[in-house]
C-alpha cells in the first residue's frame, strides 16, 4: 500500500474551479498581451469611432466626421517634439479650413487644461482641441505615445500614420493633397 | 500764529483722522483677510496623494518621484485642487475621471478591475486547502508507515523466536 493510494480523491467542484480560475487568468493575460502587441493602427485599417469634446464644449462625433478627410492629431503641452509640428500643422488647417471637406482635430493626451490652453495661445491653434478624456481616444487609435498624427480617408479607413512630428508643412500637405486626388 | 480756534480745528481735524482709523482699518484688515488667497499646500500634502497616482506616460513610476515634465504638471495639479478645496478622494476621483483608473495605485473594483481584488484571495484559499489536504495525507501516510514498521517487527521478533524454538 502506497501514500499515493491513501491520498482521498478532491471532489469535482474544487477542482472544476480551480481549472476555470486557471483557464479564465490565462485567457485574460492572453487577450492583454494581443492588444499590447498589436501596435498601432494601420494604413487600410478601419478608423475607430470617437467622439470629442473640445476646450470650448463642442461636442465632435463621427456623424461630424462622415465623407471628410480628418488629420487626427494628438499631442501634449508638455511634449517638446509637439512644438516641431504645431506651426506646421495650423497653417496646414488655415490652407484647407476654407474648403469643408477637411477636418483638423487634436486630441490632447494626458495633460492638464491650463497648460493645454496656454499651449494653444502661443502657438495660435484654431482648429478643434480637446481632451482625451480617460484616455479613451488613444486607446481606440492604441496610440503609444506623442506626437502621433493619424489621417482617415473619406472612406473611413486610416490612410496615414505619422509617428513622430511632421518636419515640414509640405509633409502634411502632400498627405492630405493625394487623398484629395484619389 | 495759531489761535485758538484754528488749534481747536486741528484737534477736530486729528479726532476726525483718528476716529476714521479706528473705524476703517480693523474693517480694511477684514477685507483683506477675506482676499488673502488660500495657503500653498506643502509638498509633504501633495506627495502623499501623487504617490497613489501613476502618469501613463511614465509606467510603474508613482507621481511622487516621476521626473518628466508630464509629472511635474500633475503635481502642479494637485497642489491647484487642494487650494480649491478638493478632499484627497475628489482629487483621486478627478484624476480619474479625466485620465482614467489606471492613473490610480488602487484602482476602484469595477469592470474587471474586480479580479485584482477576487484573483489573491480565492488563490491563497486555495493553496491553504491544498497546503492542508497535503499536510493531512503526509500525516496519515507516516503512521501508516509507523504501524506498518511496528507490526513488522512484532512479526519478525515472532518468526525469530518461532525459528529458534524448533
Redesign the interface.
Known sequence: ?T?EN???P?AFW?RA??WL?LIG?LT?VALQLRTSQQGVLTSGEPAPEFTLTTFDGQEIGPADLQGKIVVVNFW???CKPCEQEAEALQTAWEMYASRGDVVFLGIDY???E??ALAYLERWEITYPNG?D????ISHTFRMR?VPETFIINREGEIAFVKIGPFTSLEEITSLIDRLLES | MFKISDQQTVIKIFGFALLLLVLVIPTSMAYAQGEDPPPTPHPDEINAIAENLY???CENIPLDVCG???C???R??IA?LLTQGYSEQQIYDYF???????VLAAPPARG?NW?IYV?PP??IF?AA?LLL?SMR??R??TL?NRTQGAIGKEYIDQLEADLKNR
Open positions: 500500500m501514500s491513501s491520498r482521498p478532491i474544487p474551479l480551480a480560475l487568468l485574460l501634449a503641452s508638455w494626458v495633460d492638464t491650463a497648460e481632451p478624456l480617460r484616455t479613451q505615445g | 502618469c501613463p506616460v518628466t515634465a508630464a511635474a504638471q500633475w502642479q495639479q491647484d480619474a475621471e479625466q485620465y482614467g483608473d489606471a474587471i479580479i484573483l480565492v488563490a486555495i486547502a489536504r495525507t503526509a496519515t501516510a501508516t
